[in-house]
């Protein structure tokens, strides 16, 4: 079996809850640093790809010249049909590279936020399982448009595009769903000043009482990440 390939963009959003899972599955992974990789891994080496967050713009290709292969790249797995995954700046780098705009969006979204599913998500098989109405967690101050003949799989008021698929099995989400309580105070850490007080509150309650929130994202995380994995023919 070959193994998952994860894709990271920035050493503060390590593998997190998602290395964990595929360590109880025991399947073998693989992590390419993208920053620090001359070039990206041969995509007949792996069954998947997960593709991390980041601090990164997606549409700045002058700031961060490795995404102009990246974009490539991941037309080329579109077009070979191997499994996609991307989170947050994963999402957002696909979405770019089939042509959408990702632009900054006009309010940050940090944080557990509600996500309806679609009628087209509700019946996708990466949501099998779940309900069709979640709280999940964002960090983003970007948004991407849907891809010209991609599926949306899930809405909310704030980004209307939080969920996508294009092709038979390569997704797109604006959310996370490694995120653990570790990765969470590292990021609070690196907050700007400007941090409106609404979210510095609302990360510090999290923070006293994560049993409040960590169980039920990361049953959700556990049951998405499965669903993928079985589209991927590992489970």
């Not at 790249?73 to 990702?102: D, F, K, M, N, T």
């Not at 038979?168 to 995120?179: D, P, S, T």
Request: glycine share 6%; with cysteine; hydrophobic share 40%.
């Amino acid at each position: 079996m070959k193994p998952v390939l994860l894709l990271q963009h920035d050493s503060e959003d390590p593998p997190g809850f998602l290395g964990e899972l595929l360590q109880e599955h025991a399947i073998a992974f693989e992590v390419c640093d993208v920053t620090r990789s001359k070039q990206l891994p041969t995509l007949g080496d792996y069954s998947a790809v997960v593709a991390l967050g980041g601090a990164q713009q997606a549409y700045d290709e002058v700031s961060y010249p490795y995404f102009v292969e990246e974009k490539a790249w991941l037309r080329e797995l579109v077009a070979r049909e191997i499994p996609y995954l991307g989170l947050c700046l994963g999402g957002q780098l696909l979405a770019s590279a089939l042509g959408a705009e990702v632009r900054q969006h006009t309010q940050a979204e940090i944080g557990f936020f509600n996500i309806p599913l679609t009628e087209a998500g509700r019946q996708d098989p990466l949501f099998e399982g779940l309900p069709d109405f979640e709280r999940v967690f964002h960090w983003h101050m970007d948004v991407f448009d849907l891809p010209s003949k991609g599926k949306l799989l899930a809405s909310n008021t704030c980004a209307p595009h939080q969920a996508f698929r294009y092709g038979r099995h390569a997704y797109g989400l604006q959310y996370h769903i490694e995120v653990t309580p570790a990765i969470l105070a590292s990021w609070m850490r690196s907050l700007e000043p400007e941090t409106p007080t609404e979210i510095r509150d609302h990360l510090a309650a999290i923070q006293r009482d994560p049993g409040a929130y960590f169980p039920a994202y990361h049953a959700h995380s556990r049951q998405l990440f499965r669903n993928f994995l079985r589209l991927s023919d590992l489970a």
